[in-house]
């Protein structure tokens, strides 16, 4: 099932036969797409081998594609659990065309930018050029230390600060010491949000410092770039696809992105980021389908041999009364698991039995069982007072590999 119904995407098929044809042209790929035939339909696309993240880079090392107008910005994600990805944006990060779909800002906001411009992490750079389309005054602040949070929002809240921007991680941390310091941002009525699924101890925290603020979402990656955006209006996990941006549900509510921008650098055709999702009609109203993102279908990760759902260990520590957000954190020597912890970021006061956990996620789990039978003590649950974060993002990853030497 795709996102656009055929009569929608008709007239912008031929962005993807040019995407095949350059697909073609890379020596790695053209044996598995010189037999498809020519797109003329939506289910031609669909009979389309998929393209993973090693192809993706492949081609982009092959292509090294130019902006017509204004400069090429190389932009790379991921390498904490797998190889980094590469993504290609013009000058303007195609924000014209999202604007144009969706408006949270507007000429009377001043706007807080903290996605940290990390290195070669585009979210800072796409999120400033949507407020430059919106004419609104910018506080491009970017990565904050721990001893600053105080002092900065006293700046929010004295600047009269209305709207600001991060991964949900890094706006869990300013909303989270804003609350534990009673402090309130009381202007602030926007929150705009990018990288991550929306976080419910976030929700909360948000509502007792900024009563009036409410969130507004864009889902997409590096390579794809924005997808889809959503409102006050909408769930958190629901968005509506932008009409450039063709996406498809497949086997296992796997989801595959084809990119209908004639501008677009990157050669998005048929792109498998491991998101699953599914199609529905959001409770907004607005007509059209939309897309629910139902998350991550690549969080099995090998553990001695054996399988381990992180996103199911990760839920399970969650529903700890206390615990805000949970981490799986796996040490390897020479690729073999060493040990497994599981890092609980409890709320403010609350007091969690980690032995009591560790004992019942042993139990309940075959694979930290089976694989843990001898040396159960390698197997560990403990409270932290942060997760293991991305410097460069600002993310907080549910999974974090170490290599010990």
Same mark, same amino acid.
């Not at 107008?69 to 990805?85: D, E, I, M, R, Y």
């Not at 059209?288 to 998350?295: F, H, M």
């Given at each position: 099932?795709?996102?656009?119904?055929?009569?929608a995407?008709?007239?912008r098929l031929?962005?993807?036969?040019? *995407? /095949?044809?350059r697909?073609?042209?890379?020596p790695?790929?053209?044996?598995?797409y010189?037999?498809?035939?020519d797109?003329r *339909?939506?289910?031609?696309?669909?009979?389309l081998?998929p393209?993973l993240?090693d192809?993706?880079n492949?081609?982009?090392?092959?292509l090294?594609?130019r902006?017509e107008?204004?400069? +090429?910005w190389l932009?790379?994600s991921g390498?904490?659990?797998?190889?980094p990805?590469l993504?290609?944006?013009p000058?303007?990060?195609?924000?014209?065309?999202v604007?144009?779909h969706w408006?949270?800002?507007?000429?009377d906001d001043v706007?807080?930018n903290a996605?940290?411009?990390?290195?070669?992490?585009?979210?800072?750079?796409?999120?400033?050029?949507l407020?430059? /389309?919106?004419?609104?005054q910018v506080?491009?602040?970017g990565?904050?230390?721990?001893?600053?949070?105080?002092?900065?929002?006293?700046?929010?809240?004295?600047?009269?600060? +209305?709207a600001?921007?991060?991964?949900?991680?890094?706006?869990?941390?300013?909303?989270?010491r804003a609350?534990a310091a009673?402090?309130?941002l009381?202007?602030?009525?926007?929150?705009?949000w990018?990288?991550?699924?929306?976080?419910?101890?976030?929700?909360?925290?948000?509502a007792a410092?900024a009563?009036?603020a409410?969130?507004?979402?864009?889902?997409g990656s *590096?390579?794809t770039w924005v997808?889809? +955006?959503n409102t006050p209006?909408?769930?958190?996990?629901?968005?509506?696809t932008?009409?450039?941006?063709?996406?498809?549900?497949?086997?296992d509510?796997?989801?595959?992105f084809t990119?209908?921008?004639?501008e677009m650098?990157?050669?998005?055709?048929?792109?498998? *980021?491991?998101?699953a999702?599914?199609?529905?009609?959001?409770?907004?109203g607005?007509p059209g389908?939309?897309?629910r993102v139902?998350g991550r279908?690549?969080?099995v990760?090998?553990v001695?041999?054996?399988? /381990?759902?992180v996103d199911?260990?990760?839920a399970?520590?969650?529903r700890?009364?206390?615990?805000?957000r949970?981490?799986v954190v796996?040490?390897?020597?020479g690729?073999?698991?060493?040990?497994?912890?599981?890092?609980?970021?409890?709320?403010?006061?609350?007091?969690?039995?980690?032995?009591r956990?560790?004992?019942?996620?042993?139990?309940e789990?075959?694979t930290?069982? +089976?694989a843990?039978q001898?040396?159960?003590?390698?197997?560990r649950v403990?409270p932290?007072?942060?997760?293991i974060?991305?410097?460069?993002?600002?993310k907080t990853?549910?999974?974090?590999?170490l290599?010990?030497?």
């Amino acid at each position: 099932m795709f996102s656009l119904t055929p009569e929608a995407a008709e007239s912008r098929l031929p962005v993807a036969r040019r *995407t /095949l044809e350059r697909l073609r042209q890379v020596p790695e790929l053209a044996p598995r797409y010189r037999d498809s035939q020519d797109i003329r *339909t939506l289910d031609d696309i669909a009979a389309l081998p998929p393209l993973l993240k090693d192809d993706l880079n492949a081609a982009l090392a092959h292509l090294r594609p130019r902006a017509e107008n204004g400069a +090429t910005w190389l932009f790379q994600s991921g390498g904490s659990t797998g190889a980094p990805k590469l993504g290609h944006a013009p000058t303007g990060f195609y924000m014209a065309g999202v604007h144009a779909h969706w408006q949270p800002l507007d000429r009377d906001d001043v706007f807080v930018n903290a996605w940290g411009a990390g290195r070669m992490w585009g979210a800072h750079f796409l999120a400033a050029a949507l407020a430059d /389309l919106s004419g609104c005054q910018v506080i491009a602040l970017g990565s904050v230390t721990k001893d600053e949070y105080a002092e900065w929002l006293a700046f929010f809240a004295a600047r009269e600060v +209305t709207a600001i921007g991060g991964t949900p991680s890094v706006l869990g941390l300013w909303f989270a010491r804003a609350r534990a310091a009673g402090l309130e941002l009381p202007d602030l009525r926007k929150v705009l949000w990018l990288g991550e699924a929306w976080q419910p101890q976030l929700e909360e925290d948000m509502a007792a410092v900024a009563p009036e603020a409410r969130r507004w979402g864009m889902f997409g990656s *590096t390579e794809t770039w924005v997808v889809g +955006t959503n409102t006050p209006h909408c769930p958190a996990d629901t968005f509506h696809t932008l009409p450039h941006q063709l996406v498809h549900v497949g086997e296992d509510r796997l989801l595959d992105f084809t990119a209908l921008d004639p501008e677009m650098l990157n050669p998005v055709l048929r792109y498998r *980021t491991g998101d699953a999702g599914r199609l529905v009609e959001c409770p907004c109203g607005r007509p059209g389908r939309a897309l629910r993102v139902l998350g991550r279908r690549d969080s099995v990760v090998q553990v001695r041999g054996l399988g /381990l759902h992180v996103d199911e260990v990760i839920a399970r520590a969650e529903r700890e009364t206390g615990v805000s957000r949970a981490q799986v954190v796996i040490s390897e020597t020479g690729g073999r698991a060493g040990s497994v912890e599981v890092l609980l970021l409890t709320a403010p006061g609350a007091t969690v039995d980690a032995e009591r956990l560790r004992k019942e996620l042993l139990t309940e789990t075959f694979t930290l069982s +089976t694989a843990f039978q001898h040396d159960p003590e390698n197997f560990r649950v403990r409270p932290v007072a942060d997760l293991i974060g991305n410097d460069r993002t600002g993310k907080t990853s549910g999974l974090v590999v170490l290599e010990e030497r």
